[in-house]
């Protein structure tokens, strides 16, 4: 399972389940809600996000390879998002491991923790598994955007 991470300069963060593996087609399909052709994504190196740039109609795709030693290119970089993997990965360990079937609900709650500043469990219970209707039309939490589709079993 792959989780696609997206974060806007502004700090605006979407976190996306994808089913299986992280192929242009999932990435596409992801990218689509959040990307269009005016946007300016900036990447790894990955091959798949390249051609997922492509297929969505991104106009202005800057891919860094880090193994050539591009960190920066003049103001682009992906320092925010590898910056908020570590902090995902870091509030996920007390954990001890999240049930693939619910990681979308954690992906929410990390988000809207970040947001909100210690989100209280209690408070983030009532947001991600309160109420089934609570959801937008399109699976995503009306309070934050998480896309909270693409998983099976998932409300």
Same mark, same amino acid.
């Given at each position: 399972?792959?989780?696609?991470?997206?974060?806007?300069?502004?700090?605006?963060?979407?976190?996306?389940?994808?089913?299986?593996?992280?192929?242009?087609?999932?990435?596409?399909?992801?990218?689509?809600?959040?990307?269009?052709?005016?946007?300016?994504?900036?990447?790894?190196?990955?091959?798949?996000?390249?051609?997922?740039?492509?297929?969505?109609?991104?106009?202005?795709?800057?891919?860094?390879?880090?193994?050539?030693?591009?960190?920066?290119?003049?103001?682009?970089?992906?320092?925010?998002?590898?910056?908020?993997?570590?902090?995902?990965?870091?509030?996920?360990?007390?954990?001890?491991?999240?049930?693939?079937?619910?990681?979308? @609900?954690?992906?929410?709650?990390?988000?809207?923790?970040?947001?909100?500043?210690?989100?209280?469990?209690?408070?983030?219970? @009532?947001?991600?598994?309160?109420?089934?209707?609570?959801?937008?039309?399109?699976?995503?939490?009306?309070?934050?955007?998480?896309?909270?589709?693409?998983?099976?079993?998932?409300?």
């Amino acid at each position: 399972m792959a989780v696609l991470i997206a974060r806007s300069r502004s700090g605006e963060t979407r976190a996306v389940v994808l089913p299986g593996t992280a192929t242009t087609e999932a990435l596409a399909a992801a990218l689509r809600g959040l990307v269009d052709s005016t946007s300016t994504l900036c990447t790894d190196g990955s091959s798949a996000l390249k051609a997922a740039a492509q297929a969505v109609g991104v106009r202005k795709h800057v891919a860094l390879v880090a193994a050539r030693g591009e960190r920066t290119r003049g103001i682009y970089h992906v320092q925010s998002v590898n910056s908020y993997q570590g902090r995902l990965k870091q509030w996920l360990a007390p954990f001890r491991g999240v049930a693939t079937r619910y990681l979308h @609900r954690y992906l929410a709650w990390h988000v809207i923790h970040e947001r909100e500043l210690r989100l209280a469990p209690r408070a983030a219970r @009532r947001v991600l598994v309160g109420n089934a209707t609570e959801l937008a039309a399109a699976g995503c939490c009306p309070n934050c955007g998480v896309a909270l589709g693409g998983v099976r079993g998932a409300r």
